[in-house]
């Protein structure tokens, strides 16, 4: 089955570091990738998406390139702030109800 | 725009008791989800509705699980009788359509089986 594969967290940062989450999938067809992220008290939010190879997802200075021949997307941002400090989700969606499948997420916390 | 609304945000019951949550989705949305998120975990599909039927319900412990969501706009999701597993935020998403692959989630209601 698909499945999704996330770094372990907890990540703490300073702010203006650069910051890459990896986040590796395997499924069975050509899915679509995203990044979810979660600020504390509130709920999922989409922060980004790739439907196909060679895609790049952007959105809030962030971005992730879908890398079919690694099976990656691995989420960046150049320079964090501490508004940041949330909780990411990497997933997929195939097939013809578009489930969603979920990583298990990573804590990202920016120091001032 | 309103977002999801979820209630309660807070629950917390003894072992072998019932509980039931809400979901109210976006006006105009016609794909209701709800998750299990068990702490430390991603978040795991247990029914998806497109308007008021069915589309997956794989992964819904039926046997103590069940939700319904009647003329096609807010949902219920109830669990009877509730075990310590069960501990978990259940959080409820909608989108616009089956294919529109942008799901908007509510806050959550937080269970606590003690």
């Known amino acids: 089955g698909n499945s999704v594969t996330q770094m372990e967290g907890p990540v703490t940062l300073s702010e203006e570091a650069f910051l890459t989450i990896n986040c590796t999938y395997t499924?069975?067809?050509?899915?679509?990738l995203f990044w979810y992220v979660q600020y504390p008290g509130e709920g999922l939010q989409l922060l980004l998406k790739?439907?196909?190879?060679?895609d790049k997802g952007s959105n809030k200075g962030f971005e992730a390139t879908y890398r079919k021949e690694t099976t990656s997307f691995h989420l960046e941002k150049g320079s964090v702030q501490v508004s940041d400090s949330a909780v990411y989700f990497c997933?997929?969606?195939?097939?013809?109800?578009?489930?969603?499948?979920f990583g298990k997420g990573t804590l990202l916390t920016v120091n001032p | 725009e309103a977002g999801v609304a979820q209630s309660p945000r807070y629950k917390i019951i003894e072992k072998r008791q019932s509980v039931a949550f809400w979901c109210n989705p976006i006006?105009?949305?016609?794909?209701l989800y709800w998750y299990q998120q068990i702490l430390g975990q991603g978040p795991k599909l247990l029914i998806q509705?497109?308007?008021?039927?069915?589309?997956?319900d794989s992964q819904l412990p039926k046997d103590r699980f069940s939700a319904e969501r009647l003329k096609g706009v807010d949902s219920t999701l109830k669990i009877q009788p509730a075990k310590l597993e069960d501990s978990a935020v259940y959080l409820c998403?909608?989108?616009?359509?089956?294919?529109?692959?942008?799901?908007?989630f509510g806050s959550g209601t937080q269970l606590s089986v003690l």
């Open positions: 509705f497109q308007n008021n039927g069915v589309v997956d």
């Open positions: 006006s105009g949305h016609a794909t």
């Open positions: 499924a069975t067809g050509y899915p679509s």
């Open positions: 790739a439907t196909k190879a060679d």
């Open positions: 998403a909608s989108s616009l359509s089956r294919a529109n692959e942008k799901l908007f």
């Open positions: 997933a997929l969606s195939e097939g013809s109800n578009y489930k969603l499948t």
